[in-house]
């Protein structure tokens, strides 16, 4: 359902209306487009040392061309390469300048080592703040705190957590503020890094907000072409006949991928709208069916011979609270939304057909993440879902693989359109960013997830709300 207060305040006369009356006016978010450049403005970039130094020379450096890695050879990780390829060519300035206004800024942090080390960065942040163009992005580039670390270290680097989250509730006119979670064995030019890095960067990012991205191993591969990541492909998407997953056929398919549609016989008619769209193949399949993966595997072989991702996406709800709840709508949810996932899971698993960098991606919630009054059974598969993430991970790692999930917030589509009109509008409202979602914002961090450089991240949640407050 359109967000009629949004599209009314956004042009005159409302917009004059909204101003005058101090009415909330929440902001056009920048979404990509095939083509757009990846910024458009200045980039300011903080903090000194030989990995902020790296990543300036990425930024600023040509495209398509080598770019020195500037990071001390004594301390590379062995067989970690000298140049990185592929600069971005942006307009990247090390100190503030007054008279711009940014289109974003990077706030290279790997350094700290006390809390005292914050400061100086966190104050130049600040003094720009009011020099950032609509739209503009904010991302930090971390170490996580380790149990083995000093106090102080392992202070400061968590520290860098409160001030991500709290500063993208500051932010203003469509801006967000993100980062990216570098584990200590990880150079800042590694794959998953700068994958990371140009996702919260661009306008793929438009509803993640206060979200950091731990980056757990060197592992993925930069793409040859940013605009079409997943080029060569063969994607799997279930429950793709509308919404979410139709809009991750679509943007899948829009970076290249051969995108195969599954969903239930009843939903026949949209199911083939998807693949035509996605000039991809349908399979009509419960994914609950006893032999789901295999006719999965065997639809993807025949007609592609390969299979590269998978996205489970179909999922249901059954509300009620529980005191209410029947076996019915309880094991019903639980089979769809997450034994459907461990079944097909393992037949992929063990086929021998998914080995070469095989990734997994999963739809989660924040209801699995902070619960929901009248959903104890969706929240329930939705956070096993998020465990199964978990799990799956360390099986897929040696083939260079990777599971993930994204969990969505509040996201524009039929479902959420059924919510009471006045409850509704306060889920939308509630957020830093003021509006619910686009399913087009969840397929494009599902894209991440599904790209060369995700098997860097292993067994993560990213969410996908507009930084609601409920959860973290």
């Avoid at 909204?18 to 929440?26: D, E, I, N, V, Y």
């Avoid at 509803?207 to 757990?216: A, R, S, T």
């Avoid at 279930?238 to 009843?266: E, F, K, N, S, Y």
Wanted: hydrophobic share 45%; proline share 7%; glycine share 12%.
């Amino acid at each position: 359902m359109p967000d009629t207060y949004l599209d009314l305040v956004n042009r005159d006369p409302g917009r004059a209306v909204a101003r005058r009356l101090k009415l909330p006016r929440p902001p056009l978010l920048r979404r990509y487009s095939p083509g757009e450049p990846l910024l458009t403005g200045p980039v300011l970039l903080l903090g000194a040392g030989a990995d902020a130094d790296a990543l300036a020379g990425v930024l600023a450096g040509p495209v398509g061309g080598p770019v020195r890695s500037g990071d001390d050879a004594s301390s590379r990780p062995t067989g970690a390469p000298d140049l990185v390829f592929d600069g971005w060519d942006l307009d990247v300035h090390r100190h503030a300048d007054p008279a711009l206004r940014y289109a974003a800024v990077v706030v290279v942090l790997t350094e700290v080592l006390a809390p005292g080390d914050l400061s100086d960065p966190a104050l130049e942040l600040a003094g720009v703040l009011r020099s950032l163009r609509p739209g503009a992005r904010v991302v930090t580039v971390s170490r996580p705190a380790g149990s083995d670390d000093a106090p102080a270290v392992a202070a400061a680097r968590e520290g860098v957590e409160g001030l991500v989250r709290s500063l993208a509730k500051e932010l203003r006119d469509g801006a967000t503020g993100n980062g990216v979670v570098v584990a200590p064995s990880v150079p800042v030019t590694a794959p998953g890094v700068l994958g990371a890095l140009r996702f919260f960067l661009s306008a793929r990012s438009a509803y993640v907000d206060g979200q950091l991205l731990p980056i757990d191993s060197s592992a993925g591969m930069l793409p040859a072409d940013w605009a079409a990541p997943l080029a060569g492909q063969v994607v799997v998407v279930t429950g793709a006949a509308r919404g979410i997953g139709a809009a991750i056929a679509a943007v899948l398919a829009r970076d290249g991928a051969r995108v195969v549609a599954v969903d239930v016989p009843a939903a026949g008619d949209g199911l083939v709208r998807t693949a035509n769209a996605a000039r991809g193949t349908a399979l009509q399949l419960d994914v609950t069916s006893p032999d789901a993966g295999a006719r999965i595997l065997e639809h993807a072989l025949g007609r592609y011979g390969r299979l590269d991702v998978v996205v489970h996406n179909a999922g249901i709800t059954r509300d009620k609270l529980l005191a209410n709840m029947t076996p019915e709508r309880w094991d019903q949810v639980l089979a769809v939304n997450l034994e459907s996932q461990l079944a097909i899971n393992e037949t992929l698993l063990t086929s021998g057909d998914f080995a070469d960098a095989p990734r997994l991606v999963s739809i989660a919630s924040t209801s699995g993440i902070a619960g929901n009054r009248g959903q104890t059974n969706y929240a329930t598969s939705k956070a096993g879902v998020m465990g199964l993430v978990r799990a799956t991970a360390a099986l897929l790692a040696p083939f260079g693989g990777t599971a993930n999930a994204v969990a969505p917030g509040f996201i524009e589509t039929e479902m959420t359109a059924r919510i009471p009109a006045a409850t509704r509008q306060i889920a939308r409202r509630v957020s830093s960013l003021a509006q619910g979602g686009l399913p087009v914002d969840v397929a494009e961090a599902v894209a991440l997830l599904a790209g060369p450089t995700a098997p860097g991240t292993q067994g993560r949640t990213l969410r996908v709300c507009g930084q609601n407050p409920v959860g973290r």
